[in-house]
């Protein structure tokens, strides 16, 4: 229960910030992927913002590239 927890503050904290929450990945829609790939680019900044907030750990510079 408690990553659920976190995961809806992290998700709060950035919709607040970005207006946008991240897309998830679906297996069956083709376009979905970049999609969500698109969708982490326009909020990474506000992301990482959130990710450090929270104490977490997030994605290294090469790991964006």
Do not use: I, Y
């Amino acid at each position: 229960m408690r990553s659920v927890r976190v995961s809806s503050v992290a998700t709060q904290q950035l919709t607040e910030k970005a207006g946008k929450t991240v897309c998830a990945d679906c297996p069956t829609r083709w376009s979905s992927t970049f999609t969500m790939l698109q969708r982490l680019l326009e909020v990474k900044t506000l992301l990482n913002e959130v990710f450090q907030h929270m104490n977490w750990d997030s994605l290294l510079a090469s790991e964006w590239q």
